[in-house]
């Protein structure tokens, strides 16, 4: 599998938002090497990508499971907080949950 990596940058809140309205009104633009996805501490970032959660994306990686259901017998964790993780997951566009043939399906958008 071809390697997508991610930036990712840590900012205070307040310095994010002010970074988010100086976009909006032009003031500034953003360069091309910049995160994409910003975490407001180490810790946060620590929780979002710790060891449980990289072995679920190598899970889904190598195994490409075709539902929720079938990653729950996979990872040997509950469906619903398999649910709340990958929602986690997919609002840092770490993860994206399409809807196939009416099942939820995650796709890994980041290895690296």
Avoid at 32 to 49: G, H, R
């Amino acid at each position: 599998m071809a390697t997508k990596v991610m930036k990712v940058g840590i900012i205070s809140k307040k310095d994010y938002m002010a970074r988010t309205i100086a976009i909006a009104k032009g003031k500034y633009k953003p360069k091309k090497n910049e995160p994409k996805i910003w975490f407001d501490s180490v810790k946060s970032m620590a929780q979002i990508l710790g060891n449980e959660n990289q072995e679920l994306l190598r899970l889904i990686i190598n195994h490409k499971p075709h539902s929720i259901s079938e990653l729950e017998r996979l990872s040997n964790r509950k469906k619903s907080n398999l649910s709340r993780t990958l929602k986690t997951l997919e609002r840092y566009g770490i993860v994206e949950l399409t809807k196939e043939h009416g099942k939820i399906v995650p796709h890994v958008m980041a290895t690296d």
